[in-house]
């Protein structure tokens, strides 16, 4: 999966402003159809002992004319067949943004960095988790890492691989890991997603979870550093651990999880409390918010996977 190759509505639109008119009139006439049809059944079903009445009624308040073959809308005779032939030549397009609207998470990059991830031969998993730096697995501490590559490749025209980012951290910031501590440090992660062009926050827990809820709708993503000791409901025995999350729903006050080390917690959706009870009160950030992202400040526009990895 490529992120070029995922349609947004505003990049179809964007193919010119002639095209943008007549999709707008396009919407507009398929907005309207759809609005008669669910006023015809309304009707239907509040009179539902007068059904030729009903049609009537509906069709009259509508513009629509129903009970013959075709459902004829008023607006929609305005859509001209170059009109129709031009949604047909962009209908692949179209289907790509309808489904991005209903699955905003099939855009969403979430590697994993474990060895038994790739051993298994789980989707997102790859070989640099085989990686060895300085007496430590990647998949010992990569978290932090597979987490700024997911936001790379999600939200530029880009991709890369979380070792790609390994080494890009180790050139632009002071990223320098031992034995001892493998994992990335947050002054080094926002020096190398700045590097790359994106516009971040390092942020302490808030008193109120309600603080914490508006910031992370108002994120295009976040980094967040969890850790049992500070609640266990989600994640057990785990001293400090990076992930992603974002897409924030308010109607379930839920996120969408990238869990790099937990291939079974990967691309789940999950209460955002969870997140917020489980920061890591003891580390000197709990979080990093990504603002934004400009591509004339992404100083690196590395682009292609070179290690193997399972795709979806």
């Not at 170059?82 to 990059?109: I, Q």
């Not at 501590?181 to 516009?199: C, P």
């Not at 808030?206 to 994120?219: G, I, N, T």
């Not at 295009?220 to 000791?229: P, Y």
């Amino acid at each position: 999966m490529k992120k070029k190759n995922i349609i947004t509505n505003k990049e179809i639109i964007n193919h010119g402003n002639e095209f943008a008119k007549k999709w707008k009139r396009i919407c507009a006439g398929l907005c309207l159809a759809a609005f008669a049809i669910e006023l015809t059944a309304a009707a239907k079903l509040q009179y539902a002992d007068e059904p030729l009445w009903t049609e009537q009624l509906a069709g009259e308040a509508a513009g629509v004319r129903v009970g013959q073959n075709a459902l004829y809308a008023g607006i929609s005779a305005e859509i001209s067949e170059n009109e129709m032939e031009l949604l047909a030549e962009h209908r692949e397009e179209l289907a790509a943004a309808a489904e991005r609207a209903a699955h905003p998470e099939t855009g969403v990059y979430t590697f994993l960095q474990g060895p038994k991830s790739w051993g298994e031969g789980r989707t997102w998993s790859g070989e640099w988790s085989n990686e060895y730096v300085k007496g430590n697995y990647f998949g010992n501490f990569g978290c932090g890492l597979c987490c700024m590559a997911n936001i790379y490749c999600t939200f530029t025209d880009y991709t890369c691989s979380p070792w790609d980012m390994y080494e890009y951290a180790r050139q632009v910031s002071g990223y320098s890991p031992t034995r001892k501590v493998g994992a990335i440090g947050w002054a080094d992660m926002k020096v190398t997603l700045r590097k790359s062009g994106f516009d971040c926050t390092l942020r302490n827990k808030p008193d109120s979870y309600e603080s914490f809820q508006k910031q992370v709708r108002d994120a295009k993503a976040v980094v967040a550093l969890v850790c049992s000791r500070d609640d266990d409901t989600y994640w057990e025995k785990t001293g400090g651990h990076y992930v992603n999350i974002g897409l924030y729903n308010e109607e379930t006050d839920e996120v969408f999880l990238a869990d790099p080390g937990g291939p079974s917690r990967n691309r789940s959706w999950i209460p955002l409390r969870y997140v917020y009870d489980a920061l890591k009160t003891s580390s000197q950030y709990q979080y990093l918010t990504v603002n934004g992202y400009a591509e004339e400040n992404n100083l690196w526009k590395q682009d292609g996977i070179d290690e193997a990895w399972v795709a979806p």
